[in-house]
Every structure is written in C-alpha cells, then in structure tokens.
C-alpha cells in the first residue's frame, strides 16, 4: 500500500521529538514536506528525517505534496491551519489543545465532517503503554474498585517573555490547559462522568507565566470516584516527575512514567500506630517510553486508511477542553464547578 504522504507544519521543540520517532513508521509514511516561517527549524527538522524533505516557509506552498498534515504549532494558530488544509482535502493530526475556544474547535469538527476528513487531536499520553495497561486493570478490576486516581506531573518549563507560550492569549491559558489537558483528557477517560470539581492556579514560582505556572485539579467523578491533577511546569526538583497512582479497594497502581514501570503495591495490613505498614509490591510492566508519538502517528494513518475514528478525535478533546474552561470559570467566580453532563461522550452537535 502507498505511503501515507505528510507535511510537518511548524519545526520546534515537539516537531523535532515527533520526528525523532519517525523512523518506526516509515514503512507507513513519508514525511513529504516540513514548514516553518523560520526556515532554519524547517531545515533542522528535515535533517532528522530520510529522503530530502522539501523545505518551506509556507505550508500552503506544500499543500499539493501531501495528504496528511501534522500540526505542531502554536495554540492560536491550530484552529485556521486545521481549517486550511481541511479545505484543502488533507487529512489533519493538530497537536494538543485542539485550540483556544469552544466556537473554534466547533469550527474545526464543522470543517472535517464537511469535507469528510480525519481530524485527530495529539493526546500521546492514550497510546502510553504503561496508561494503557493502567485503564485496563481499572476498567478489569483487577485490583477492586478504583477510588482515587492522581496524577503528578513536574517539569521546569519556561518560555522567553516574547514566546507565545507566555502569553495567556496565544497559549489559550494557562499550565493546565496547555499541557493539563492532557491529563484531564486521561481522567475522563479512565474515570467516566464528572460531577464536580475545583482548580487553583498559581504563578507564583513562574513568573514568567501570564497566568498559572502551577495547576491544582480535583473532580468528583460519578459513584463517588475522585481524580486529582497536578501539574507544574516551575519544578526545580522532583522525585515523582510524571506519576501517576489508581488508589483501588485491592492495591494501589502505580505508574512511574518517568522510570518507565508499572507496579502494584498490595497486601498492605491495617494501620497500627507504631508499627511500620507491610506490603507487596510487584512490578507488572518496565517499558522505557518517553512520548509514543510513532504510535498516534500509526493509529492516524490507521484511521485514514481504514475511516475509523480516532480514538483521540475532535469531538472527545472538545469534550475535555469543555471541563478545563468550566473549571477556570468556576475558579474566577469563587465556585465549585459544575460538571455534570459534561465528559467524554456527551457531545450533541
Ligand atoms: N504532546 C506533547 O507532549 C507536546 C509537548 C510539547 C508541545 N506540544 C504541542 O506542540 C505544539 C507546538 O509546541 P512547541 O513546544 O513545539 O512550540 P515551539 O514554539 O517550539 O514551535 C512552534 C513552531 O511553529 C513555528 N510557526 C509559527 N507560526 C507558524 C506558521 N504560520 N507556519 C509554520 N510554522 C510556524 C514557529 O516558528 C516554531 O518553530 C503545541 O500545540 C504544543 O502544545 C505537545
């Protein structure tokens, strides 16, 4: 079967890991085309690549070259290039957040299903083998009933003050909706319905951010199940890094994503004071894994070829930007948000 011909609009910090990982799936694509207004990170990125990219500043001067488009740029920019090159006829995988409103990513849903094209939204974290397995013992109960799922993640990340990540306007907010939504994005999917939830944002610790640097989430799930997020990109330290616990009724989850394991910590007896707790822990999975975008990359192609729906689609990540805009509402205002008929899977339109 031909390859899958694509285009890598916008060459930065994550075009450049995406095309780290090419390599695994050049049986299935050819990256024809890599754009950037600056053409040296063009340059750069097609450096990585095999075969000679053609090299441009304007991804409309490719548009001819491709069937398939990833979008690695800026927040603000997602929405009028995904319109672009849906318009064209290409298919579109858009980084994540989808983009900076509701009306936009309305806009873009629009747009695909007009011109009957994939358009998959980047939520690497759903193709993590070490997340893939968690949901997998949550939704088998392998280990009871989940009743606590959080999620840490800690990184030092900071923009120059003229970068568009510094700007509440061309990010489209703060930490958590850039790169929260990923996790909120894991919480709907593992945890179902949300009720309620709170988050406090601070940039205290990241002055360099507009508006939060530092991301605290808790929602209440149906049935009582809570989720936790947080998320710092103002971490001069950290032990947890990227970690991620499902509290069940029969163990504790662990995924230590930065170690690359999946272990469970079981068997704990009942608190005795004085006495230290006694458990097992058992490691289920080691797979050393930074971002599986070969992954996402290949179940794209996946949906392209086959008219499958992307497991990561427009829809589902309106659907998770929907909570993290009621949450900041709920925030500004002083409230508990509301939540309910919100989630993956309420979408109407
Ligand atoms: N999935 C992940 O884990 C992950 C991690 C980091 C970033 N991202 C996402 O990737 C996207 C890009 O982030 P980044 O960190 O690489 O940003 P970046 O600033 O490093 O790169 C963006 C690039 O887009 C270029 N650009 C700007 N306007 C353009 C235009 N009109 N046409 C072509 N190129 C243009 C810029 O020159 C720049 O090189 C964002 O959506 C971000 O959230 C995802």
Redesign the pocket.
């Known amino acids: 079967m031909d390859k899958v011909r694509i285009a890598i ?7 450049r ?1 995406h095309a780290g990982r090419f390599d695994m799936i050049l049986d299935q694509v050819e990256v024809r085309a890599v ?4 053409e040296e ?1 063009a340059q750069a990125v097609a450096d990585l690549l095999p075969g000679e990219p053609i090299v441009a ?3 409309h001067d490719v548009l001819d070259e491709i069937d398939a488009a990833l979008l ?4 603000h ?2 929405h009028s ?1 995904t319109l672009d090159c849906l318009a064209a006829g290409k298919h579109v995988l858009v ?3 989808m983009a900076n409103s509701e009306q936009e990513c309305l806009d873009m849903i629009r747009a695909a299903r007009e011109a009957d094209r994939v358009l998959m939204v ?1 939520y ?1 974290m759903r193709f993590h083998p070490l997340v893939v397995k968690m949901k997998e013992l949550i939704d088998d109960r392998t280990y009871g009933d989940v009743f606590q799922l959080s999620m840490w993640t800690e990184q030092l990340t900071q923009y120059p003050p003229d ?3 510094s700007s509440a306007a061309t990010l489209g907010g703060g930490q958590l909706f ?1 790169h929260g939504c ?1 996790y909120i994005d894991l919480l709907l999917w593992m945890l179902g319905r949300p009720v309620c939830g709170t988050h406090f944002g601070t940039n205290t610790g990241t002055p360099w951010m507009e508006r939060e640097g530092t991301s605290n989430v808790t929602i209440e799930f149906e049935g009582g199940v809570l989720g936790y997020h947080m998320g710092t990109w103002g971490a001069r330290g950290s032990r947890l890094k990227y970690s991620f616990h499902a509290h069940c009724t029969g163990g504790m989850i662990e995924a230590a994503i930065s170690e690359g394991k999946l272990i469970v910590h079981h068997r704990q007896e009942a608190h005795e004071p004085g006495r230290p707790p006694v458990q097992a822990v058992d490691t289920l999975m080691e797979v050393q894994q930074a ?1 599986p ?1 070969e992954v996402e990359m290949a179940h794209f192609i996946e949906c392209i070829r086959t008219g499958r729906k992307p497991l990561t689609d427009a829809v589902g990540s309106l659907e998770g930007l929907q909570v993290i805009w009621k949450l900041y509402e709920a925030e500004e205002n002083g409230q508990l948000a509301d939540l309910r008929g919100l989630g993956l899977g309420t979408f109407a339109g």
């Open positions: 609009v916008g060459c930065g910090g994550m075009a890991s754009v950037d207004v600056l990170r500043t304007d991804y690695v740029l800026p927040h920019l997602h290039a980084e994540k957040p980047a690497c970068h568009w990540g850039s990923h971002k975008t």
